[in-house]
């Protein structure tokens, strides 16, 4: 198992940026595709980006394709998501996830390894 655990969510402006990290621990982080979601207040959780094994191969949502980027550091156990361009739709509760199966997470955007959440508020 791993346990995951967020960090760097805070309130910001539109237009501005920050970085999510996720840090990771028990088994072996690089056994793991890991991704990040989001739930926007009052909808359901959606999928943002996740990132293949060794970090070779990325994967976003439409929405944020050009302003987030994903990346990891496996040997500090560690995921980054960096955001630009934030707008106030990106305003959402942002969870790290992990699993061992690509397509779980990049198609059926499921995950069996879920940490507790950072909230992103994002004013206008």
């Known amino acids: 198992q791993v346990q995951l655990v967020e960090s760097g969510g805070e309130l910001v402006q539109t237009g501005g940026s920050l970085r999510l990290s996720c840090a990771a621990s028990?088994?072996?982080?690089?056994?793991?595709?890991a991704a990040w979601f989001r739930q926007p207040p009052g909808k359901e959780r959606e999928f943002v980006a996740a990132i293949s094994w060794s970090g070779a191969n990325t994967y976003y949502a439409d929405s944020v394709q050009g302003r987030f980027a994903i990346s990891r550091d496996n040997a500090k156990n560690t995921m980054y998501l960096q955001m630009n361009s934030l707008k106030p739709e990106d305003t959402a509760v942002y969870f790290c996830?992990?699993?061992?199966?690509?397509?779980?997470?990049?198609?059926?955007?499921?995950?069996?390894?879920w940490g507790q959440g950072t909230q992103v508020t994002v004013s206008s």
């Open positions: 028990g088994r072996t982080f690089r056994d793991y595709v």
């Open positions: 996830a992990a699993d061992e199966a690509l397509n779980m997470v990049v198609r059926a955007h499921k995950a069996a390894y």
